[in-house]
Every structure is written in C-alpha cells, then in structure tokens.
C-alpha cells in the first residue's frame, strides 16, 4: 500500500506446458495497433524511433482508415528499415575492428600502399585516422630524438689531444681562426726549377688494370729507405739559404699543411724560425706530420684507446707504412731509372733508397720576397716519347662499418660513390696530396686503393684499384682553390716576418677551428730539451704525450711500421 491506493500486479500468465512464457497464440494481450516490428541491420546507425513530423498526408497512397495518431510509429514504408524477411539475413553482419592497422616490417613504404579494410562507420575512421596521426607524430618525435641524442654522444666524446705539450714559459702571441682564411686570395706566379735531386723509376701500367676480382697482395720493402727530412736539416736548402736564393724555406708538406689548414681536424703543429731575414718552416722530430690522417672528416668517431688497430694514431701509422710500400710496388723494378743534376742529398753511398726525386723550386711572393720549398714526386712514365711526372698515394680501407662503404663491391660498379666517400672522410688528407701534386707540377696524382685483407688485420693488405687524376681538375672537383691556398700562406708569412729573431711555434688547436702563435724558447724541441707541462688548472688545450715519446702499440710492433717514424 502505498499513498492509501493498491497497486496492482496485473496478470501473469501460467505455462502449464514448461518453462518460460506460454505461446502468444492463446494469450489476449492488449497491445496498441499499427506499431509494427521494425527491423534493421546491426551495422545500421538508428536513426529515430518516433517522427513526430510525419502527417497522413505526406504520402497520398497511404490508407486513411488508420488511426492518424498511430501513424508517427508507422516506418513500412520508410528505407531505413528494410523488410522484415532481412532480419533473418546475417550476411551483411560485420564486425567493426576498433584495432590500429598491423606495422609494416620492412620499410617506410607501408604508407602509400593502399590496404584493404573493412567498411567502418564514419566516426570510427576519424578516430582511426587520429590514432594513426598521433602515432606518426610520436615516430617522428623519436627519431628526432634519437639524431639529438646521437649528436650529442658525438660532440661529448673524448675530447681531440693537442700535438705538442704547451709549456708554462711559452708566450701565446695571436690565435687566428680558420673563418679569417677562407676570404683569402693570392695569386703567384709560375715557380722555376733551381735544382732536381734523385732517381725516379719508371711506373708499371698494368696495375691500372686491377680490379677488386684480381686484387695484387701488398708488398713489403725493407731495403728501400725513405727520408722524412725537415726544412733546416736539408744540405740543399741550407746551400740555397747561405747564396741568398729566397727568404722563406719550407717544404711541400708543411706547405700543404697550412694550405690545406680550414679543412684539418685534428691537432698539428709547424714551428718557425726566424734567422736573421730568413724565414725557415720546420716540423718536430717524430711530428704528426710524418705521418697520415685516416677518417679525420669523418662524424662516425674512432675508437680512443692508443693501442687499439683501429685508433687514429694507429691507423695514421699504417696508412704511412702501406703509402710507402704502395709507392714502391706500382713501379717496373728492372733497374732503368731517370737520374737527374744530383743524387738524394739524403742518401750515402751505396744505400738502397726508395724512388724519389725532389724539386727545389722558388716562386716570388713579393718584390724582394722569395719561397723556396721541397718538393716530391715518385716517378715517372714516358707517353708520345713526352716524360710526365706522377705522384702515388693510396687510400686505405680498415673497417667498412666505419666508412658504410665495402670496396670490393662497390668499386668496380660505383667507383663515383667510393671516391665521395673518402672525399667526406678524408678531406683534408686528400687536399693535401693535390696541393702537393700541384707545387710539385705533377703531370698526374696516382690514388691506390688498398684494403686489409681482414678487418682484424693490420700487417697484411690488397690492392684493389689504381686510378690516376690530373692534379687541377681533381682540385676542382674538390673544391681546392689554389688562390686561396697561396692566400693562406702569404698571410701566414707576413704575420711571421712582423717577429722578432727567434722560435715559434704555430699550434692547431685540437678542439676548435683556429691556430695560436707560441713564442718558444730557443732551445725547445732539442734533445737536450726538458719539457714541463702546465698544471691542469692553467692549461690552455687539453695536453698530450708527445708522439715522439709516445709508447708503442699494437699497431707499430712490426719493424716495418716502427721505422715509419722513425725515419730521417
């Protein structure tokens, strides 16, 4: 009882039969008219249960004996519900799959392949199309990540080392970058010979034709000696300096060094010695430059441990050792040979020495300023009955992990693709061989390419290809301007002869774009020279050992490889 009325129940029916409601047939159930059964499809979105707006006279054919109050539940004749003989029909039922599509497994080109999907209702492709613009975002976000993080693992590696000490009584004079050198132009014009020494053999022309499928072992020549000797050490340029020839004496390695100085990365050093008027550009004993830079340009870095094969000191030794063997090995050892005015100046009697002839040649940077500089070449070839002059140089391959370019399959289809990469990896050392080439007046440079015959082994090397370049046209290709170069050094030059008498020393700093000018005690780089380091706190650039005192490692325990530096 509730509110003093009664509520009623109302009838339910017995099933005498069972379970659950009896038939329908014999009950007598009141149930309004005109509200038929309407079915329609599961995949369907229902649209109204009522039309409340619908009147009898919207359709003229429709039977007016029906209550018209009825007729807003009446949808016989509405096609948004099908027949009732189609409720029965399951075929057109789908399931709608709320999923993300499947990530592709190989490649980015999943996206512009057209996938089958089943029909989906409209507001569930916006979301899908949603869902799979958010995911592109968070792939793009990450892989933006992924390139931040891996730049900034590359500029937080080990910091470069310095190749020379800095010591506490060194003065610093000026620090020049490297941005002021790329506006530089100076033109000189055509240097004359003053005096040809050495011997030169004669290259062998079918290494032109190797190929990576009938590469040639890599020799080794124990006998053939080979000099790295510096500026003020050379019995030629000391008889030139005492009859007054030049002003400025240098030698085609320093030379291509300060030339080629915007494109360096790693640390090296050249002093200067100012003698009177005269000018003298010289290396340290056991310097970096005896030796060469390998994947210096490079962004992959290379291992830091000294005594790994793979570390750029070791990788600079072996470099040296297979360009001296390479030069030795392209050349017809059948005794001819083109001598010239003076044996090597460097040789005694009866030594066996390497094919090599140097040029003293003197070219005129101002009105009563004069360069002479020392230059190389390794042999020679006889074309038309006309001598040309040849440089030889090999690039080495160590690891095609660090390059992403393996040489025996790439150089005989995509020798273009090679030689980029090198440029890109080895960029300054490459323009130093052309700007020697180029002070040298060779008629033709000479690239070896030469790998190790196992990553894990660096004694033993292949040679894979030769292939020879006229010096200006691949200094065009790389973009070398010669103007600049002699703009470079003229600038140089006449920043030195502002110093008073004494010894210098130009240092590249091993972490940024730029040159210092120490001011050195008289004695320093002497073997008599004791050098203390500056204490941690006070030092300028990060110090390191001396490559002259520097420990062996596994890369120089070959006799062979140990008397590369040690040479002269």
Known sequence: ?????????????????????????????????????????????????????????????????????????????????????????????????GK?????????????????????????????????????????????????????????????????DIQPE???????????????????????DLLLCGALEFYDRSFDRITPKNERRLERFKNRNFFKVTTTDDPVIRRLASEDKATVFATDTILSTLMCAPRSVYS???????????????????????????????????????????????????????????????LIRDGKKVAFDEPNPFASEGEEVASVAYRYRRWKLDNDMYLVARCEVQSVVEINNQRSFLTLNALNEFDSKYSGVDWRQKLETQRGAVLATELKNNANKMAKWTAQALLASADMMKLGYVSRVHPRDHFNHVILAVVGYKPREFASQINLNTSNMWGIVKSIVDLCMKLNEGKYVLVKDPSKPQVRIYEVPADAFENDYVEEPLPEDEQVQPPTEDAEGAEPNAATDDVEEKEVVAQA
């Open 170 to 192: 060194w003065n610093m004079l000026d620090q020049i970058p490297f941005s002021t050198f790329s506006k530089l132009s100076f033109s000189v014009p055509e240097p004359e």
């Open 268 to 330: 090296w050093d050249i002093v200067v010695q100012r003698v009177g008027n005269k000018l003298f550009f010289d290396k340290r004993d056991g310097s970096q430059l005896d030796l060469l830079s390998v994947h210096e340009t490079s962004q992959e870095p290379l291992p830091e441990a000294k005594d790994d094969i793979n570390s750029s000191y070791s990788l600079g030794v072996e470099a040296a050792y297979i360009n001296q063997n390479f030069s030795q090995q392209v």
């Open 100 to 164: 993300p599509p499947p990530k592709p497994k190989f490649g980015p080109k999943w996206r512009f392949q057209q996938q089958r999907q089943l029909p989906q209702r409209r507001d569930e492709e916006v979301e899908a199309k949603k869902r799979e613009a958010e995911k592109e975002r968070a792939r793009r976000d990450r892989h933006y990540n992924n390139n931040r993080s891996n730049a900034n693992n590359f500029m937080r590696r080990e910091p470069l080392k310095s190749s020379v």
């Open 1 to 97: 009882m509730v509110g003093g009325g009664e509520f009623e129940v109302g009838e339910v029916p017995f099933n005498p039969d069972g379970w659950g409601p009896p038939d329908s047939s014999n009950l007598n159930l009141n149930l309004p008219v005109n509200v038929p059964f309407a079915p329609f499809s599961r995949s369907d979105k229902l649209g109204r249960i009522a039309d409340w707006t619908r009147t009898n006279y919207n359709n003229p054919n429709q039977n007016r004996s029906k209550n018209p109050s009825d007729s807003v539940f009446d949808f016989s004749n509405d096609d948004s519900f099908p027949s009732s003989g189609a409720a029965d029909d399951d075929s057109s039922f789908r399931l709608v799959d």
